[in-house]
């Protein structure tokens, strides 16, 4: 700068005297620490504060000894308002003059890292300008784990740490070697899911609250490379996770209606205890160093331009310390379609002022400088978005020098992915969620001997690699379909394979080549179900039967079989399968989501008994008649007076396909409770600190309410605790088998959840082993429900501890 001013200066004699003195003295060096530093080359760097850059060197933004807000404040004070405003989208371009690369913010990370969004490419390397280097690639496939909806069933938090953290390796290990540009991904999907319609409840954990909590903040703690219990293995992080989509936003395309322009109408009280605690536990627990806005409005205002749940609700209450980022063009329809800001200007204005930080697509770039010029938005504004957004990319050690050299996850090399150790991961994901639903008489599992017994396999989905996989998918390590993966446990030749459908849609069948084959064989496995095509990101289902003729092509396959037959189902959202269900000609029904790259071996271990399988549903599943109810209706909660049935297992009172938490195995297990600690609690008498005409009467019920906030947090964790669960396994073969906890109440109105799950834990028992498992309960947080408020608050009354078919009684007096 100093030499460029003397340059500036060369009219005046005098000048060039002093400048040439100035300019001698900086050459030989002798005043080094007031010399400013020499222009940065212009070329965009690979990454930002080069060591061998004495330039970017100095700055305080690349000193790691600083703490990161003094950093951020110091490099967006030397950023000028163009430089600021590019910032705001997901390709951030770079800034050579202070030694700033260009940055991807977009990249996904759902089951392994992902061919979708922007910042990751498994055919090439990233160039300096970030062009894609077509063919260069080291790293062709990742470790594709099961789709989120099966891993749940598994109710394995352990499990669901260890797969996310293979999954922040496997990044790192592309990133290192140029294959991805940036470290943010945009995982997990937490929203609830509310409707069995949904087309993106297979990327979610499924409908309970507390399930979607534990499984958002095990993945967020395995991603950022933090401990299972939420430790810091180091101070950078490894990854980071996205919390999405906040929040109530569980529609896509149903009859025409879309997540752009939807507007759910959301009640306090649902809002309170379903749809935002996993958004509370992500944060709180997870510590999340992203959250995305949904692209839906929330009781008519744009999730984006949202300032109670965006700055009031997750900084303010929940201490979100990370970036806000819209959802991919979530800005633009703020404006158009929803109108609900008035220009263009006012819909960025909108969402700076509510708090996001980040776009997900260009609109910003266009509008903010005139809604600035507008005095609609403010320089300040942007500088805390850009102070939030800075902070996630120093945090994750790119501000360090060379993160390939400096920081903890520089020596990750690309023989980390699809490692022996991730694939295993893969299979043990996949065989310990898938669920058996049926088996009647035993028929599962299949002898392996090699005996003359002949197989056929039929069914759509029986040889299909893609359908494995689900969506948010990246290229596979390797993967074995179904067919493949029990021909290997079948004599050569002796398998009788065919599709049955002409495609999952099964719009036509073959149903005499079909009826034929399944006559010849000892054994059928049919394998049906939905895929992509039926259920996706911007599709809904309107039904819940499986799709076209597949229902009537497993009724003439099972009628014609020698044997009941197995029926194998892969699909997200579940299925009407009440006909094969009630069928004693389907001897056997297994769910396997999209159980991913090894989901094929998986099923074929399962169904010839070298794998017991222990999978429970992490969804109700509904039957058809469930689709009278619009899918728009966000209501958690029945009103018997107008036959609204409500959702889920909580609250949904009718008729049912299979229960939340169902699922057999090739064992039984029993249950006892031999201690629960306290079983009588007296609100009122211990409630000292509150003054009694504080608690409101529910006058319907003659029941006392007490409000856990007045409770107070020393009195409710005074009132914790332990429920111990005898379990054991009382079949012939070992087994992994999550434990349920749920509470029950006998109180009968439309707004107490009918049951709730306030713990799990799986527990691995050999044939005749038993084991102790041990829940703390909290009362506050257990056995409460929101008031119409949307404050917590505990009844008095009668309450069980429920596992399985055994209860235990806990009394709640006022
Ligand atoms: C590289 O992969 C991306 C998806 O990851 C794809 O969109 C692109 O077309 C591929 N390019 C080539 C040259 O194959
Ligand atoms: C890589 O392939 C893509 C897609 O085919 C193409 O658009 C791009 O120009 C290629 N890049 C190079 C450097 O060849
Ligand atoms: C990065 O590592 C290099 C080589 O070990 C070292 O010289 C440099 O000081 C480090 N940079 C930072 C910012 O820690
Ligand atoms: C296989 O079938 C043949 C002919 O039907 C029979 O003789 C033989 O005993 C069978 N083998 C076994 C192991 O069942
Ligand atoms: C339940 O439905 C009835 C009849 O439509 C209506 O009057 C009442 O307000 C509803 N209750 C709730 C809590 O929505
Ligand atoms: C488990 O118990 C039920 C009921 O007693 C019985 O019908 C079933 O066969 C048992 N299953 C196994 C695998 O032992």
Not at 239 to 262: P, V, Y
Not at 402 to 423: A, L, T, Y
Not at 514 to 532: F, N, S, T
Not at 616 to 642: A, G, H
Request: aromatic share 10%; proline share 6%.
């Amino acid at each position: 700068m100093g030499a460029q001013k003397c340059e500036r200066a060369t009219h005046l004699p005098t000048t060039i005297i002093i400048c040439l003195i100035f300019t001698t003295i900086l050459q030989l060096g002798l005043v080094n620490s007031v010399i400013p530093p020499p222009p940065p080359p212009p070329q965009p760097p690979l990454f930002a504060c080069d060591s061998a850059n004495p330039h970017t060197k100095s700055y305080p933004f690349c000193n790691p000894q600083l703490p990161i807000n003094k950093r951020v404040k110091d490099l967006v004070s030397r950023l000028t308002l163009d430089e600021k405003i590019s910032q705001l989208t997901n390709s951030a371009p770079p800034i050579p003059r202070l030694g700033v690369p260009a940055y991807e913010w977009w990249s996904e990370s759902l089951h392994g890292v992902s061919r979708h969004g922007r910042g990751y490419r498994f055919n090439g390397t990233f160039a300096k300008d970030g062009s894609v280097l077509n063919g260069t690639a080291t790293v062709k496939a990742a470790t594709m784990f099961p789709q989120i909806i099966l891993t749940a069933s598994s109710f394995d938090s352990q499990l669901w740490y260890r797969i996310a953290k293979a999954i922040a390796t496997e990044a790192r290990a592309m990133y290192n070697v140029g294959q991805g540009k940036g470290l943010t991904f945009w995982a997990p999907n937490i929203n609830i899911f509310r409707d069995p319609r949904w087309g993106r409840g297979q990327e979610t954990p499924g409908e309970d609250p507390l399930l979607t909590s534990t499984y958002g903040v095990s993945y967020v703690r395995g991603l950022q490379g933090y401990t299972f219990h939420g430790d810091k293995i180091s101070d950078r992080l490894q990854a980071s996770a996205c919390c999405k989509h906040f929040t109530a936003h569980d529609l896509d395309n149903w009859h025409g209606i879309t997540r752009f322009t939807f507007d759910a109408e959301v009640s306090k009280q649902d809002l309170a205890d379903t749809f935002q605690p996993p958004f509370q536990s992500c944060v709180e627990q997870g510590h999340a160093s992203s959250i995305m806005c949904a692209y839906n409005r929330v009781n008519g205002i744009p999730s984006c331009a949202h300032q109670d749940f965006l700055t009031d609700t997750a900084r303010g209450k929940w201490h979100f310390d990370g970036y806000i980022v819209s959802d991919c063009n979530a800005v633009p329809i703020i404006y158009e379609p929803q109108k609900y800001a008035k220009t263009p200007e006012d819909a960025v204005a909108a969402v700076l002022s509510a708090g996001m930080d980040l776009e997900c697509g260009p609109y910003t770039q266009t509008y903010t400088k005139s809604a600035i010029n507008q005095k609609k938005v403010t320089e300040k504004q942007i500088d805390r978005a850009l102070k939030n957004s800075f902070s996630v990319r120093m945090r994750l050690g790119l501000f360090d020098g060379d993160p390939r050299i400096n920081g903890s996850f520089g020596k990750i090399g690309p023989e980390q992915v699809c490692s022996e150790e991730h694939q295993n991961l893969a299979l043990e994901a996949a065989q310990n969620s898938i669920v058996l639903l049926k088996n009647n008489n035993n028929l599962l599992p299949l002898s392996k001997s090699k005996t003359n017994s002949t197989l056929a396999v039929i069914g759509p989905n029986a040889d299909s690699l893609e359908v494995l996989l689900g969506n948010y998918e990246g290229f596979p390590c390797k993967s074995t379909t179904i067919l493949q993966a029990l021909q290997s446990y079948v004599e050569m030749g002796t398998i009788k394979y065919h599709s049955g459908c002409n495609a999952v849609e099964c719009s036509s069948v073959e149903v005499e080549q079909v009826v034929e084959i399944a006559k010849e064989v000892d054994y059928v496995v049919m394998v049906m179900g939905l895929d992509q095509t039926q259920e996706r990101e911007k599709l809904d289902r309107v039904d819940l039967v499986l799709p076209g003729m597949q229902q009537s092509l497993i009724a003439s396959v099972a009628e014609a079989a020698k044997k009941p037959i197995v029926l194998v189902l892969l699909c997200g959202g579940p299925v009407d399968v009440s006909l094969s269900r009630d069928d004693n000609k389907v001897g056997s029904i297994l769910w396997a989501g999209y159980p991913g790259e090894a989901g094929g071996l998986a099923l074929a271990k399962i169904i010839f008994g070298d794998h017991n399988p222990g999978g429970k549903l992490p969804i109700t599943w509904y039957p058809q008649d469930f689709t009278e109810v619009p899918m728009t209706d966000m209501r958690m909660r029945p009103n018997k007076s107008s036959g609204y049935p409500g959702r889920t297992y909580r609250f949904y009172q009718g008729k049912k396909v299979y229960e939340f938490g169902y699922g057999l195995s090739y064992s039984n297990y029993s249950y006892k409770f031999t201690s629960v600690t306290r079983d009588k609690f007296s609100l009122n008498q211990e409630f000292t600190s509150v003054s009694r005409d504080k608690i409101s009467l529910n006058q319907e019920s003659d029941v006392n309410q007490f409000l856990v906030s007045q409770l107070g947090t020393q009195f409710c964790d005074k009132q914790k605790f332990s429920a111990v669960v005898r379990v054991k396994n009382t079949g012939k073969i070992a087994g992994k088998h999550p434990v349920l906890l749920f509470v029950r109440t006998d109180l009968q109105n439309d707004e107490t959840p009918m049951k709730q799950l306030i713990g799990f834990e799986s527990v691995n028992l050999n044939a005749e082993q038993e084991s102790e498992v041990e829940f703390s309960v909290s009362p506050c947080e257990h056995l409460s429900k929101a008031n119409k408020d949307g404050e917590m608050v505990i009844d008095n009354g009668v309450y069980f501890l429920v596992v399985g078919e055994e209860a235990y009684q806990i009394n709640v007096a006022a």
